[in-house]
């Protein structure tokens, strides 16, 4: 009975040992994938911001050709009011 005692307190240190590493390893696991999420979090909230810049910018865009054909509508059309003025005036 005496040889139980001698090999149980190894077992107890050797398990100790492997625990020990274990809650190290999974404590710096824990951190970096703590800051990879922080980075990642970070990398998403930038690329949503760029798009909607992006959007902004193109709807600036989009609103400026809108004016500007506006203003070629309204132009054409008093041409074409101008035109037909001058074809009535022809004919009669």
């Known amino acids: 009975m005496s040889a139980s005692p001698t090999s149980s307190p190894p077992s107890d240190s050797v398990a100790t040992s492997a625990v020990t590493p274990r809650s190290k390893t999974t ?12 980075l990642a979090a970070r990398r998403y909230r930038q690329r949503r911001v760029d798009q909607l810049k992006s959007l902004e910018d193109e709807l600036r865009k989009v609103r400026e050709e809108r004016d500007e054909l506006k203003m070629r509508v309204s132009k054409l059309e008093g041409e074409t009011e101008a035109l037909r003025g001058l074809l009535g005036k022809e004919k009669k």
């Not at 404590?27 to 922080?38: A, F, G, M, P, Y």
Request: proline share 0%.
């Open 27 to 38: 404590v710096s696991s824990r951190i970096e994938k703590r800051q990879q999420n922080t």
